[in-house]
């Protein structure tokens, strides 16, 4: 009896890897669907710099929206004590911007005086205008210079490279972070909403 089951279970398992080195055969040798539009697609120049740059336009837009949706009076809202307030988060994302374009770029970042406690068209004011500032400071950028070192938010030394994937993914993350916000408090985020036709 031992010794069928232990048949059987061989003829399994040499049935199973029978199917999937088939398979894995089959997906080898198929190319892939996209191969003569991806050969069509070419090479990008600046792929670094060019992916961040295109997208200030977008997060801009859908960050500025979030922070437009959340009401005023919600601008102090934490979703626990010890977390930042909304308010707090928008003063960040302005901040950020500037310190991190002004880096990347080299030019000087706008002296602006803003605080987590101020009114709301303050601050959204102030995200805008940094939107503004990185479009206008990252213009000139390329990726000849990636490797560049400098030093950024007081001792931490860090390519101009990797200040340009730390500002992509700071919108990524400042993006989430306010769209959870405005979901604990019953508001669509941008990006959840219905397309207007």
Known sequence: MKTNVKKMMGAVFAAVLGF?????????AAPPADAQKMAELGTVANPVSAFVKAGVARYGKNMVAAADAMPAEKYSFKPSPEMNSFGHLMMHIAQSNNT???????QAAP??????????????AAMKDSFAF???ALEKV???????????????PISRGGALVALGGSWTDHYAT???????NGILPPTAQAEKK
């Open 20 to 28: 999937a080195a088939a398979g894995a055969w089959g997906q080898q």
């Open 100 to 106: 991190l374009c002004s880096k990347i770029s080299g």
């Open 111 to 124: 002296d602006v005086k803003i605080a987590e406690t101020d009114p709301k068209d303050k601050l959204v």
């Open 134 to 136: 990185c479009t206008a």
């Open 142 to 156: 390329d990726d000849s210079k990636l490797g560049e070192q400098f030093v950024l938010f007081g001792n931490r």
């Open 178 to 184: 306010e769209a959870i916000y405005l979901r604990l």
